[in-house]
């Protein structure tokens, strides 16, 4: 098993119910890969760097994740296959931080 983090941004377009669909589909297909949820942070609304389909805005989500390398990339296709989620990002890491993040620090 190795350590990714991934990142989700979900479209400003969304509902409270439809990110807590989402965020259930990418637990289910994590799980379903043989992978497990080490740590998660909701990082809100957050401006984007430039316009995704004519949003300034997104919904941050961060997710620790452990899974096999091999199955990241079928991950990443049924992950683009959700319009409402308009990038991610999945980086392999040695080891965990510890929770929370600066990012989630910021907000605060």
Known sequence: ???????????????????????????????????SIVG???????????????????????YQINITGKTIQSLKKSISQNEKIIRYLFIKVDAHDKLPT????RNE
């Open 102 to 105: 600066k990012m989630l620090e």
């Open 40 to 62: 998660k942070e909701d990082w809100g609304l957050r401006d984007l760097t430039y316009k995704i389909n004519n949003s300034k805005k997104a919904f941050y989500f961060f």
């Open 1 to 35: 098993m190795n350590d990714f983090e991934v990142t989700l941004l979900i479209s400003p377009d969304t509902t409270k119910n439809d990110h807590i669909n989402i965020l259930e589909d990418f637990k289910k297909l994590v799980t379903n890969n043989d992978g």
